[in-house]
């Protein structure tokens, strides 16, 4: 995986040019998040340096956001909405990829898949908001009292 500065999210297929656009009918992992501060903490708990955050094979990285808490949730980056579904558990292979003892440090704590409800395009530094309300994805109008989680 590449880091890249423009993402398209084609709502209920996925990300155009991933390897799981229109996968499947119906598919929980459409788009992928991860956490950069639990990177973070998987290199210094295995000592590791100049490990890339792309090793985790997920989509977008996230800063400042508790991915669990957008399971079952709608939120929202760059008027791109998207519901969360499931953690992202993390694979076997990563104690290869990254080092021994990934796997069992990311287990719970793998990220987090979602479907993407809307079409848009995700540039780097975007803000993810939570939903409080169920507004369209036409509805590109700024919703009062969301809060920013992210930066």
């Known amino acids: 995986m590449s880091e890249v500065p423009v993402i398209e999210c084609v709502a209920g297929r996925g990300i155009r040019g991933d390897r799981y656009f229109d996968f499947k009918n119906d598919y929980k ?3 992928t998040f991860f956490s950069l501060e639990v990177f973070e903490e998987l290199c210094g708990e ?3 340096q100049d490990c890339s955050p792309s090793l985790v094979r997920r989509n977008v990285i996230a800063r400042g956001v508790d991915l669990s808490e957008l399971i079952g949730q709608d939120f929202e980056i760059q008027g791109t909405r998207f519901h969360g579904m499931e953690e992202c558990r993390p694979c076997y292979w990563m104690d290869r990829a990254i080092a021994p003892g990934a796997h069992e440090f990311l287990k719970g704590r ?4 979602a479907k993407i409800l809307c079409d848009g395009k995700l540039r780097s530094t975007a803000h993810i908001l939570f939903s409080v309300g169920s507004a369209r994805c036409a509805d590109r109008t700024p919703q009062r009292g969301v809060p920013t989680i992210s930066r």
């Open 46 to 48: 295995l000592q590791i």
């Open 29 to 31: 992992g459409q788009i």
């Open 110 to 113: 793998g990220g987090l898949r």
